[in-house]
């Protein structure tokens, strides 16, 4: 299983930004997609934005394209998450994951992905 940690949460005004970032605890080799996804009380998780290795060929929901951008970090199999122009709606607690399987483009499927963080809390107040 691979350990994934997560930082960057936190809380701030509706129009705000905040960045979020994931790294394996450990060195790990052979990821093909990384991702974030969220998650609020009562609802499914969701998935917010991909990225593949290489190229990093990315995937978003549609409730976040144009205001959120994910990218690959400087550390190796790190991502992070630049969330600008917050809304109350993206408030919720935010996963990293990743998963080993080739794939042509990385989904937002939650059964996707066999390895998470323990998630960073978001709140968007309005």
């Known amino acids: 299983q691979v350990e994934l940690m997560e930082s960057g949460g936190g809380s701030v005004q509706a129009g705000g930004s905040l960045k979020l970032s994931c790294a394996p605890r450990?060195?790990?080799?052979?990821?093909?997609?990384m991702a974030w996804f969220r998650q609020v009380p009562g609802k499914e998780r969701e998935g917010v934005a991909t990225?593949?290795?290489?190229?990093?060929?990315?995937v978003y929901a549609d409730s976040v394209k144009g205001r959120f951008t994910i990218s690959h970090g400087n550390a190796k199999n790190s991502i992070e998450l630049q969330m600008n122009n917050l809304k109350p709606e993206d408030a919720g607690v935010y996963y990293c994951?990743?998963?080993?399987?080739?794939?042509?483009?990385?989904?937002?499927?939650?059964?996707?992905?066999?390895?998470w963080g323990q998630g960073t809390q978001v709140t968007v107040s309005s």
């Open positions: 990225i593949g290795r290489g190229g990093g060929r990315t």
């Open positions: 450990e060195r790990t080799s052979g990821v093909i997609c």
């Open positions: 994951a990743l998963h080993f399987r080739w794939v042509q483009d990385c989904g937002t499927a939650v059964n996707d992905y066999q390895h």
